[in-house]
């Protein structure tokens, strides 16, 4: 059951026939081309004698794209696939021809170093264009390409382990080459056609929308000299361009001692500043902290006058709690360098979306006057309805909803991602709490299944998935596949896409089988060996790492058994157990949970210490017992004990006051599950969530952070966007609207609302339509009412609900 990466049930039917050679793969010939962190720049001639009712262009390359139309920007980003299984764009360029002669032109990144979210394939381009039904041009080696001359390698560095490079663009008349006029030069020649012979498929999601500009406001400004590295020995041209900036010394001036014009003007300053050497004295060169006074994710974005030579390099971050952007973290780089050329000038760097709120730029070699137009982001965002709603009497509530949406829209892109500056990546255990918010808020059921996918398609021969996806890591977290199990059943009930569903099944009874085949007593060992990280929280002794360090993992060489995973295995087979009784498999559910019955009542025998009525969360280590959160809720959650048992841990996980490891911001989402099991206590849930939810508003957040550390954990580089933290839009919707699916769908639905509230409204969409619901409390009673699509069956409690 080796990791397989390609598809074969999508519809591959015949692209448009035509009489020319077929299309190929290509890439220039120019040496080096298709080495690492390479650029290529591509020209199509294109002539059409009339304006086509219907002209679109299919493209897919690895890494990245951008291309444009007679200088027209008309679409960027490659979907995230695997090599052997790549997908086209389709993009409508109908209103970016003209009538007579006309030019595409790409420029194609190829990253060739694999990371988080990508695994390297051959450096090469396909692409057609086609009007009204006929492809008029192709790759093909009639195509003109050359390496581009603007981006270079100096200087730039990995942005993190789990991203690809920064870049270094030189400007120098660039865009000439995009329009029609330009006359090629000798630099230009005929490409080699690559060896692949593989046609893509169209992609299966939507392309981003770039079409917003924002605009950061100016917060700081002031004089930079140069500084060495931490050592004091290395030079700095041997440095990133992001540890030049860390280094650098900054001295603050007030607006009208660096900026022209600005005798009476405060900060923030708004539009254009101009900044002219004989500012600079005897300082290296100047800089301007930009606050787009949001976070947000996008494309490097500029626009500027000066003369030529003038270097800009810009930095990303979240916070400036430093009183500058943190540009260089532990050997994390979030910086770039743009060499102006003469003349005004408009820049967007296409290729790697960054995200943030501030933008830190230095300014060096600058002869002459800069004026700075525009500092900030093109927006990226994926296309998608925000349907959901709640409101009630809190305000602070509406807010942490409100948030928690904006959180989950700024970590999905080509699939769910755990934060959009530091990774990028997609894990299980960050995307199922991404899937059960956006159920709650979006009506794309396309979304979460590929982000699935992806995932499904590492599992390797032990059923254990790859830590991150699309990727080949030597790394995996056995509880996040366990974890996928979970958000396969989740995805069934809140779209009922049995067919996915049943596509997958086979290869996921061969992983429940693999672990299967490990049991001892039955209970689940830990697998051993350095391919597995035991991480289940970054929590005091759950996060499987050395000394607390998250750049070392704890290698396991014996016989181990965790509480967390022998719970998560549980939920696992009664889980898969639903989806094989949805897709009539009522023989392998019966199986499933059989064991998971047996499983349950050997987990609580080796791990509940009864003096306590708590769960260990490890096996045999009486010297130094641990306890916490996560496993109590986690024994709760997988039905282990009797009821008595299970309702004494509920009330001693809903008491703080309890000696345990809390479980933090990303695991809460099994906590509050636990706790919620008891109607009583939800109270417990809906105050908790308000005081941490609302502490990181009341710091000034504008997306909710990766731990309440914010950008101080994990060795200051904390996100504070990170998308396992916007699961209040899920519990507001499941358990203040009361809103829930029992049947793939929402073909039944349970209305069981618990928080204490007067009054609450809101919307959630599903697969047949919106259900909105009104709710008044008086008691322990709810009046709703409730407008749905007519298929809907409703179960609730008569004595506690009364509809209208």
Same mark, same amino acid.
């Given at each position: 059951?080796?990791?397989?990466?390609?598809?074969?049930?999508?519809?591959?039917?015949?692209?448009?026939?035509?009489?020319?050679?077929?299309?190929?793969?290509?890439?220039?010939?120019?040496?080096?081309?298709?080495?690492?962190?390479?650029?290529?720049?591509?020209?199509?001639?294109?002539?059409?004698?009339?304006?086509?009712?219907?002209?679109?262009?299919?493209?897919?390359?690895?890494?990245?794209?951008?291309?444009?139309?007679?200088?027209?920007?008309?679409?960027?980003?490659?979907?995230?696939?695997?090599?052997? *299984?790549?997908?086209?764009?389709?993009?409508?360029?109908?209103?970016?021809?003209?009538?007579? *002669?006309?030019?595409?032109?790409?420029?194609?990144? /190829?990253?060739?170093?694999?990371? =988080?979210?990508?695994?390297?394939? *051959?450096?090469?381009?396909?692409?057609?264009?086609?009007?009204?039904?006929?492809?008029?041009?192709?790759?093909?080696?009639?195509?003109?390409?050359?390496?581009?001359? @603007?981006?270079?390698?100096?200087?730039?560095?990995?942005?993190?382990?789990?991203?690809?490079?920064?870049?270094?663009?030189?400007?120098?008349?660039?865009?000439?080459?995009?329009? =029609?006029?330009?006359?090629?030069?000798?630099?230009?020649?005929?490409?080699?056609?690559?060896?692949?012979?593989?046609?893509?498929?169209?992609?299966?999601?939507?392309?981003?929308?770039?079409? $917003?500009?924002?605009?950061?406001?100016?917060?700081?400004?002031?004089?930079?000299?140069?500084?060495?590295?931490?050592?004091?020995?290395?030079?700095?041209? #041997?440095?990133? &361009?992001?540890?030049?900036?860390?280094?650098?010394?900054?001295?603050?001036?007030?607006?009208?001692?660096?900026?022209?014009?600005?005798?009476?003007?405060?900060?923030?300053?708004?539009?254009?500043?101009?900044?002219?050497? #004989?500012?600079?004295?005897?300082?290296?060169?100047?800089?301007?902290?930009? *606050?787009?006074?949001?976070?947000?994710?996008?494309?490097?974005?500029?626009?500027?006058?000066?003369?030529?030579?003038?270097?800009?390099?810009?930095?990303?971050?979240?916070?400036?709690?430093?009183?500058?952007?943190?540009?260089?973290?532990?050997?994390?780089?979030?910086?770039?360098?743009? &060499?102006?050329?003469?003349?005004?000038?408009?820049?967007?760097?296409?290729?790697?979306?960054?995200?943030?709120?501030?933008?830190?730029?230095?300014?060096?070699?600058?002869?002459? =006057?800069?004026?700075?137009?525009?500092?900030?982001?093109?927006?990226?965002?994926?296309?998608? @309805? !925000?349907?959901?709603?709640?409101?009630?009497?809190?305000?602070?509530?509406?807010?942490?909803?409100?948030?928690?949406?904006?959180?989950?829209?700024?970590?999905?892109? !080509?699939?769910?991602?755990?934060?959009?500056?530091?990774?990028?990546?997609?894990?299980?255990?960050?995307?199922?709490?991404?899937?059960?918010?956006? /159920?709650?808020?979006?009506?794309?059921?396309?979304?979460?299944?590929?982000?699935?996918?992806?995932?499904?398609?590492?599992?390797?021969?032990?059923?254990?998935?790859?830590?991150?996806?699309?990727?080949?890591?030597?790394?995996?977290?056995?509880?996040?596949?366990?974890?996928?199990?979970?958000?396969?059943?989740?995805?069934?009930?809140?779209?009922?896409?049995? $067919?996915?569903?049943?596509?997958?099944?086979?290869?996921?009874?061969?992983?429940?089988?693999?672990?299967?085949?490990?049991?001892?007593?039955?209970?689940?060992?830990?697998?051993?060996?350095?391919?597995?990280?035991?991480?289940?929280?970054?929590?005091?002794?759950?996060?499987?790492?050395?000394?607390?360090?998250?750049?070392?993992?704890?290698?396991?060489?014996?016989?181990?058994?965790?509480?967390?995973?022998?719970?998560?295995?549980?939920?696992?087979?009664?889980?898969?157990?639903?989806?094989?009784?949805?897709?009539?498999?009522?023989?392998?559910?019966?199986? /499933?949970?059989?064991?998971?019955?047996?499983?349950?009542?050997? &987990?609580?025998?080796?791990?509940?210490?009864?003096?306590?009525?708590?769960?260990?969360?490890?096996?045999?280590?009486?010297?130094?017992?641990?306890?916490?959160?996560?496993?109590?809720?986690?024994?709760?959650?997988?039905?282990?004990?009797?009821?008595?048992?299970?309702?004494?841990?509920?009330?001693?996980?809903?008491?703080?006051?309890?000696?345990?490891?809390?479980?933090?911001?990303?695991?809460?989402?099994?906590?509050?599950?636990?706790?919620?099991?008891?109607?009583?206590?939800?109270?417990?849930?809906?105050?908790?969530?308000? !005081?941490?939810?609302?502490?990181?508003?009341?710091?000034? =957040?504008?997306?909710?952070?990766?731990?309440?550390?914010?950008?101080?954990?994990?060795?200051?580089?904390?996100?504070?966007?990170?998308?396992?933290?916007?699961?209040?839009?899920?519990?507001?919707?499941?358990?203040?609207?009361? &809103?829930?699916?029992? !049947?793939?769908?929402?073909?039944?639905?349970?209305?069981?609302?618990?928080? #204490?509230?007067?009054?609450?409204?809101?919307?959630?969409?599903?697969?047949?339509?919106?259900?909105?619901?009104?709710?008044?409390?008086?008691?322990?009673?709810?009046?709703?009412?409730?407008?749905?699509?007519?298929?809907?069956?409703?179960?609730?409690?008569?004595?506690?609900?009364?509809?209208?």
């Amino acid at each position: 059951m080796a990791a397989r990466y390609g598809r074969d049930d999508y519809d591959n039917s015949p692209m448009p026939k035509t009489n020319q050679t077929p299309t190929s793969w290509v890439w220039p010939s120019t040496p080096n081309a298709a080495a690492p962190n390479q650029y290529a720049d591509f020209r199509v001639p294109l002539h059409v004698d009339q304006l086509p009712r219907h002209a679109q262009l299919r493209i897919c390359v690895d890494t990245n794209f951008v291309a444009w139309v007679n200088g027209q920007m008309v679409g960027t980003g490659q979907f995230s696939d695997f090599p052997d *299984d790549r997908t086209y764009s389709t993009i409508d360029i109908t209103t970016a021809l003209t009538a007579g *002669d006309n030019v595409l032109a790409i420029q194609a990144h /190829y990253c060739g170093v694999q990371h =988080a979210s990508y695994i390297p394939g *051959d450096a090469g381009l396909w692409f057609e264009v086609e009007t009204d039904g006929v492809v008029i041009a192709r790759s093909d080696a009639s195509t003109l390409g050359r390496t581009s001359p @603007h981006y270079t390698t100096a200087h730039t560095s990995r942005v993190t382990i789990q991203r690809g490079f920064t870049f270094c663009f030189q400007a120098n008349s660039q865009s000439r080459w995009l329009v =029609a006029d330009y006359a090629t030069t000798s630099e230009w020649s005929p490409v080699v056609l690559t060896h692949s012979q593989q046609i893509p498929r169209p992609r299966p999601l939507k392309m981003l929308n770039t079409d $917003e500009r924002l605009a950061g406001v100016i917060v700081a400004q002031g004089l930079l000299k140069h500084g060495i590295g931490n050592s004091g020995s290395e030079h700095r041209d #041997n440095q990133s &361009i992001a540890a030049q900036m860390q280094h650098d010394f900054l001295s603050a001036r007030r607006p009208w001692e660096l900026f022209e014009g600005a005798e009476a003007s405060n900060l923030p300053l708004r539009g254009p500043v101009t900044i002219h050497a #004989n500012k600079l004295n005897c300082a290296d060169g100047a800089y301007v902290l930009y *606050d787009l006074e949001r976070e947000e994710c996008g494309f490097i974005d500029l626009q500027l006058h000066c003369e030529s030579g003038c270097v800009i390099d810009i930095a990303v971050g979240e916070h400036v709690d430093d009183l500058r952007v943190r540009a260089n973290i532990g050997g994390r780089n979030f910086a770039s360098r743009y &060499i102006a050329s003469a003349g005004i000038q408009t820049f967007t760097h296409w290729h790697h979306r960054y995200a943030g709120r501030y933008l830190q730029i230095h300014i060096t070699k600058l002869t002459g =006057a800069l004026r700075l137009d525009h500092v900030g982001f093109a927006v990226a965002s994926y296309p998608v @309805h !925000e349907i959901g709603r709640y409101e009630e009497n809190d305000q602070l509530l509406n807010r942490i909803w409100i948030t928690a949406r904006k959180t989950l829209r700024l970590c999905m892109f !080509e699939h769910y991602e755990d934060c959009p500056l530091r990774e990028q990546a997609l894990y299980a255990n960050d995307g199922r709490n991404q899937m059960l918010s956006g /159920y709650y808020l979006f009506n794309d059921y396309d979304f979460p299944r590929e982000s699935l996918d992806l995932l499904h398609r590492t599992t390797e021969e032990d059923g254990y998935q790859h830590l991150c996806a699309p990727a080949i890591l030597d790394i995996t977290i056995p509880s996040f596949t366990m974890t996928w199990m979970l958000a396969l059943r989740d995805y069934l009930l809140y779209t009922g896409d049995a $067919e996915y569903c049943k596509r997958v099944f086979p290869q996921v009874k061969q992983m429940l089988a693999c672990y299967e085949s490990t049991l001892d007593h039955q209970l689940l060992p830990c697998p051993t060996g350095k391919r597995y990280w035991h991480f289940y929280d970054w929590a005091p002794g759950l996060d499987g790492t050395q000394a607390s360090d998250c750049t070392q993992f704890a290698c396991i060489d014996h016989t181990r058994f965790d509480a967390p995973l022998n719970a998560l295995w549980v939920m696992a087979l009664r889980a898969i157990a639903q989806v094989a009784t949805y897709i009539d498999d009522r023989e392998t559910a019966t199986h /499933y949970q059989a064991v998971a019955g047996d499983a349950s009542m050997a &987990i609580h025998q080796a791990f509940f210490e009864s003096k306590s009525d708590r769960y260990r969360t490890y096996l045999n280590d009486d010297a130094n017992p641990h306890f916490s959160e996560l496993t109590q809720a986690m024994m709760v959650l997988a039905n282990v004990g009797d009821a008595s048992t299970r309702q004494a841990v509920t009330r001693r996980l809903a008491n703080n006051d309890h000696g345990m490891v809390p479980a933090t911001l990303s695991q809460s989402l099994y906590k509050y599950e636990a706790i919620l099991q008891c109607d009583a206590l939800a109270d417990v849930v809906r105050i908790d969530m308000l !005081e941490k939810w609302s502490s990181m508003l009341l710091a000034g =957040a504008t997306s909710f952070w990766e731990t309440q550390r914010g950008g101080w954990d994990f060795h200051h580089a904390g996100s504070l966007c990170h998308g396992w933290s916007g699961t209040p839009a899920y519990f507001l919707g499941a358990y203040g609207l009361g &809103i829930k699916p029992i !049947e793939p769908g929402f073909r039944r639905v349970s209305i069981h609302p618990v928080f #204490n509230f007067d009054h609450a409204q809101g919307i959630v969409p599903t697969p047949l339509g919106q259900i909105a619901i009104s709710l008044q409390r008086s008691g322990d009673r709810y009046h709703a009412q409730i407008t749905a699509p007519n298929d809907v069956e409703f179960v609730y409690d008569h004595d506690r609900i009364t509809i209208d």
